[in-house]
């Protein structure tokens, strides 16, 4: 490989895999959409140790695998990110966290770092141009911790995510190299699958022909507040629930207990501590008072708390929602006015949610397409995710393909022939890639 002097943005990206860890990551690859800044870090578990006659140390071993973090911050878009995080956003039936008990929930991250040959990843103009031109810091079985999305008056809305990973390998890429995923068994990193770099893993996920929002705006934000979360004080909402809102931050971390055993440095597992506690701040204008005490809206005499229900919409340029949170039975922790010299009163509140795999917090986005349709002699099927319900029809270059065409899976009526699907819900429509239907 070719030397350069130095690394530059536009030759980088960053690939995540489906889960679980373990399985070839040679034709399901996801390029993460929007990445402003991301940083990997690393340290040793290193136990140093002495013996008597002697004040110096003797030796240290490695009792535990490195702690290996990513961190990521990026520009919201439409989910596809969320969705590789391991994040559930079909929210009309499932909490963001659905899954989180069950096994096998990692996954796998691929770090491109271009040689200076390329100097633009999203250019390059065939697969074979990813070989000796870019080294892979590759992440094997990763753990989504921590996410946090915010929204501002005058920026763009945000999202800072981190995973752990048990493993990292980094490596000049040429061609057929094993995923970084620990084999449980052989304790090593897991050689019975490969991955690979392509070009198609850099498109869009929910239309093929591109068209998803470049970034959502402060001004599409729709928050609908309770009824009855005025508190003594100040009077959150007015008219309508409306409020004068100038920021908003969600987040939440997963504190994850590693499972160790006899012969291997490596966990695992990695299990989740519930319940996770989600964190709600508000920032606002004040502009009305609103009458009461703090006894009514406590009522510690009977334990009986306030929770409040919030509905947040990120609505794009298109009109579209492109990303719906409900937050469900959050109580106030904190509330505080602040008054200065030449600017506006404000309000900030800050709650918090309980949060499990069924309950707590919800995504719901528009259709994301998770597994496109390839070219077969048998049904084609196409794999998609969003808030439910999905409905699917299939097309040929004629319009409607015939015969069963409602479905995520068709066996078309007509062989050698190009067939795409459409998959909508109440947020939006997206379109699959074309797969030809090949004679037998």
Known sequence: MARTNRITYGQCLILGSPRPANQSNENNLTGLKRVQSANIDFSFNRQRFKQIGSTNY?????????????????????????????????????????????????NNFYVMFGSGLKDEVLLIDSDTEFQNNFNITALGNCFLNQYSIQAQVGQLVAVNASVQADNIEVEPYTTGHSIPAINSSTKAPDA???????????????????????????????????????????????????????????EFSIDRTALYGFGTIYPYGRRAILPVLGNLSLSA????????????????????????GFTV????????????????????????????????????????????????????????????????????????????????????????????????????????????????NDLGTAHSNWAKFESL
């Open 285 to 308: 204008v004040a502009s009305e008072f609103q009458s009461g005490t703090l006894y009514d809206l406590v009522k510690l005499h009977d334990n009986a708390d306030r929770g409040y």
């Open 58 to 106: 003797v030796g240290d071993v490695n009792v535990t695998n490195p702690n290996i973090t990513l961190g990521i911050d990026y520009l919201y878009s439409n989910g596809t990110n969320e969705v590789v995080l391991g994040l559930n956003v079909n929210g009309a039936t499932d909490a963001v966290l659905s899954g989180l008990r069950r096994p096998l929930q990692d």
């Open 313 to 424: 919409d990120f609505i794009g340029e298109s009109g579209a929602t492109g990303l719906q949170i409900e937050i469900e039975d959050a109580k106030m922790d904190s509330q505080g006015l602040a008054e200065s010299i030449g600017d506006n009163a404000s309000i900030d509140a800050s709650f918090s949610f309980s949060m499990s795999d069924t309950s707590g917090l919800k995504f719901s986005t528009p259709p994301l397409i998770l597994n496109q349709p390839q070219d077969a002699t048998g049904p084609l099927a196409v794999v998609a995710t969003g808030k439910h319900d999905l409905f699917y029809q299939w097309y040929n270059t004629s319009g409607t393909a015939g015969g069963d065409s409602t479905g995520p899976t068709i066996t078309p009526e007509a062989r050698n022939e190009n067939y795409y699907c459409v998959v909508t």
């Open 192 to 250: 019975a699958y490969a991955y690979k770099i392509k070009k198609q893993f850099f498109k869009n996920t929910t239309n093929q022909d591109g068209l998803i929002e470049s970034a959502l705006a402060p001004s599409g934000i729709k928050l609908t507040l309770p009824n009855n979360m005025n508190v003594p004080g100040l009077q959150f909402t007015g008219a309508g629930n409306s409020a004068f809102i100038d920021s908003f931050s969600l």
